[in-house]
């Protein structure tokens, strides 16, 4: 199963020196069926960029909590086996899986990244999480705005080069 797992760039950077994200359960973001039928209309690459953007969205709040961290959001795609992976967020949470095992860095299949461009934009979207969260319709606007970057796709040997 492809699975979409947030992270940041010294998330990243520990999994490289580790070999594995983890421990157990890692928090992912999938094609559920939850999803499917959530989004009945969409194949599986709309899909797909669904549980992606939820992951962006999960990288972003790692970076509110992480001052320190690049202002990048970070999202590594990984492939796991189906038995591995649960799914209980329902409707409430369509795309939220948990993978039952640490995930060994030979899973990872890709890295989505944003742009250097970006930067700004993504901090101050990362600022504003916690006045969103209070319902600040300005910061929402912030947070929201953070979608507007596209990810950067990364192959897997170019994914040390961004944390050097």
Do not use: C
Not at 20 to 30: D, E, N, S, Y
Not at 46 to 61: I, P
Not at 83 to 91: A, C, E, K, L, S
Not at 122 to 151: T, Y
């Amino acid at each position: 199963m492809r699975v979409y797992l947030p992270a940041t760039l010294p998330a990243l950077a520990r999994l490289l020196r580790t070999g594995q994200i983890g421990p157990a359960p890692v928090r992912g973001f999938a094609v559920t069926p939850a999803l499917r039928e959530w989004y009945a209309s969409g194949d599986l690459e709309e899909l797909e960029y669904v549980a992606m953007t939820h992951a962006a969205r999960a990288s972003l709040r790692m970076l509110a909590d992480d001052p320190v961290a690049p202002r990048r959001r970070v999202v590594l795609a990984v492939d796991v086996p189906d038995d591995q992976v649960d799914h209980n967020g329902g409707f409430d949470e369509p795309t939220v899986v948990e993978i039952q095992a640490p995930v060994p860095v030979d899973r990872v299949v890709s890295g989505h990244v944003d742009d250097l461009l970006a930067v700004t934009d993504i901090g101050e979207a990362a600022d504003a999480v916690p006045a969103a969260d209070k319902g600040d319709d300005d910061a929402q606007f912030l947070v929201d705005g953070a979608e507007g970057h596209e990810l950067l796709w990364y192959a897997t040997q170019e994914l040390a080069y961004l944390v050097e």
